[in-house]
Nanobody, 126 residues
C-alpha cells in the first residue's frame, strides 16, 4: 500500500507563491504517474497538473498554465507543485495522487489514480 503525504499549504496573499510537496512511501515512486488535484468548497475535485513516470511533458489545467509547475525528485520519493502568481480562486484543498506502477492513464480522470494523500489547504487572500 502506497501512502502519500502532502505538505506546504497555508495562507498567502494574492500574487504570492507556495510550493507543495508530496512524499510517497515505498521504493517504486519512479514508476508512478503523479497528479495534483484541488477541491474548492462546494465544488467537485478537479485536475491541476500531472507528470508521467516515463518522463515527457507535464500536463496542466488551463486555469493554472504558466503559473504552476509540477516536478518530481525520484531520489527523494517526492512530487512538487510550485504555485506562483496565486489568485483567490486557487483557494482549495490540494491533493496529490498516484497511478499504479507503470500505468499511463488519463491525467484528468481521478478514477485513474489508485493512491491519494490526505490533502493540504491552500488559502489565497485578496
Amino acid at each position: 500500500q502506497v501512502q502519500l503525504v502532502e505538505s506546504g499549504g497555508g495562507l498567502v496573499q494574492a500574487g504570492g507563491s507556495l510550493r507543495l510537496s508530496c512524499v510517497a512511501s515505498g521504493r517504486t515512486f519512479s514508476s508512478y504517474t503523479m497528479g495534483w488535484f484541488h477541491q474548492a468548497p462546494g465544488k467537485e475535485r478537479e485536475f491541476v497538473a500531472g507528470i508521467r513516470w516515463s518522463g515527457g511533458r507535464a500536463s496542466y489545467a488551463d486555469s493554472v498554465k504558466g503559473r504552476f509547475t509540477i516536478s518530481r525528485d525520484n531520489a527523494k520519493n517526492t512530487a512538487y507543485l510550485q504555485m506562483n502568481s496565486l489568485k483567490p480562486e486557487d483557494t482549495a484543498v490540494y491533493y496529490c495522487a498516484a497511478q499504479r506502477p507503470y500505468y499511463t492513464g488519463n491525467y484528468y480522470d481521478e478514477k485513474q489514480y489508485d493512491y491519494w494523500g490526505q490533502g493540504t489547504q491552500v488559502t489565497v487572500s485578496s
